[in-house]
């Protein structure tokens, strides 16, 4: 197996991942069938139009595509997936590109299929639970079109920009999930544009269809499988009472010992989230939640459900706390305030611009017993190249986020903040966890799938994703190390092109 080592050298100079690449040139009649398809306003070749879809989330990745196609609704996705079908030429999906792993990084000699306009909420249906949307629906959205009686609880912290699409592509999660589950609790039906055009229903509003879980592979396989155009949703009834707290540590060993304790009396918060020191720092520049300066960790600790069994629970929730060493608790008195403490948690990301010039966000999952261990080992890795980590995470399901930090106008810093984000990777596989937890593998992360699975394991991921997507158009070079060919099976070592040209390695 060749793996594109994610070493930044060598990334700049990959085929697969080419940064700033000319966009090549696509068949004249494909343009002129887009056009026919969405009409001229919606083909965007132009290079002033194209570059604001050359990256999503992931900036340090960027590759302009030659054309962008903005279809209005399901028929036009599908003429256009039959189109490139017909003559063979790959494209990719995206949604509102808020992704963080370049799983909608466009490709230089392929079209670009924007869902951003199939913004409809087609169905709201109270008495089943379900709403249906058209994919480039915000996940906020989904939630306004139900409210106050209903909500969608997997909440990103993106919320108010991603997609559904995204949401399903990714399988993402939220800072709610630990109690309310992930996207693919609250998909139960899915219309898909297979990559030759065929159109597909996959589960329904009803639950657990007959058969193979198509509708369960569907979700997170982050565009490689087909476009989902309609997509239908579980949403539950509101719970009568919220009550939020946070907590104050000396430092994030004795938070992590916090989570085990809560979790461990019983007590299922409807979210649990941790912030470091450093994360605090920059969130307060934002948020002006006055939280205080010496603090080396905050819990973001949320209970919901019937008022009573809440109010019940959340003294023993702040007994435990200042019990596990809690320097002091603040019980958020309003909305207002719960939303500042909100506003702490969801700003974490951007509030790292302020601190620092660059960073990553990394994502990885560890069992939760392990948090203590492994926020010890990024402190130690940050000593040792010299970077500055914030954390910032979903502590209930042990779904770590550091924010490397770095300046990459100093010379050898770009590099060592990757390196250091790949030992944090290696750090939660050596603790038996996994390379992401939400935000896809995409094009960062591929290099780092065969650390994780077995050469049968890939195999048989590389099977599965043939049967939808034989010809290979579906976000290709996204997700699994090497683009294979479909019926190419592990034989004898022979050197790959990548290779001999020096820009891949072997390990
Ligand atoms: C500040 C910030 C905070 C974030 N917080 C979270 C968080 O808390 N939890 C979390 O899980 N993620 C988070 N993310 C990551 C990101 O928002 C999610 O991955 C989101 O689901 C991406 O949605 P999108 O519409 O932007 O998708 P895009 O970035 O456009 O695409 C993502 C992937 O989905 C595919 N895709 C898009 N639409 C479709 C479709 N209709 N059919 C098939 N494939 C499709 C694309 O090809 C690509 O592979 C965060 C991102 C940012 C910038």
Redesign the pocket.
Known sequence: MVCIVSASAKRAQSPLTTSGTQPGPLPARLLARLRAICGERFVLTHPHDLRTYQS??LLHYHVVPPVAVLPSCAREVRDVVRACHELQVPW??????????G??LPIANGVLLV?SRMRRVLEVDLPNQRVVVE??VT?VAVTHAVAPAYFYP??????I???????????????HCFKYG??TNYVTGLE?VLPDGAVVQLGAKQLDQPGYDLLGT?VG?????????R?TLRVIPAPEAVQTLVAFFADTRSAGLAVSAIVSAGLIPAAIEMMDALAIHASEQMAHAGWPSDAGAALLVELDGPKAACDASFGDLEELCRASGSTGVRVAGSPAERAVFWKMR?AA??AAGRISPNYF?Q?GVIPRTRLPDVLGRIEELAVEYRLRVANVF?AGDGNL?PLVCFDANVPGESQRAEELSGLILEACLEAGGSIT????V?VDKRAYMGKMFTPQDLAAFEMLRCAFDPDGLA?PG?VMPTPRLCGEVPGPYRVHPLEAAGLAERF
Request: aromatic residues 4%; contains cysteine.
């Open positions: 999503d989330g990719v999906a995206r949604g509102a590109g808020s992704g963080l792993s799983g909608a869902l994919p480039g996940n997997p909440d990103p912290s993106s919320q920009v991603c997609s559904i699409g995204g949401n399903v592509a990714e399988n993402s999660g939220g800072a992930f996207t898909v569907f396989s982050e565009g490689t499988l087909g476009v989902a155009t997509i969801k990301f951007p966000v994502d979903h986020h937890g939400e935000h896809g995409g976000n996204k």
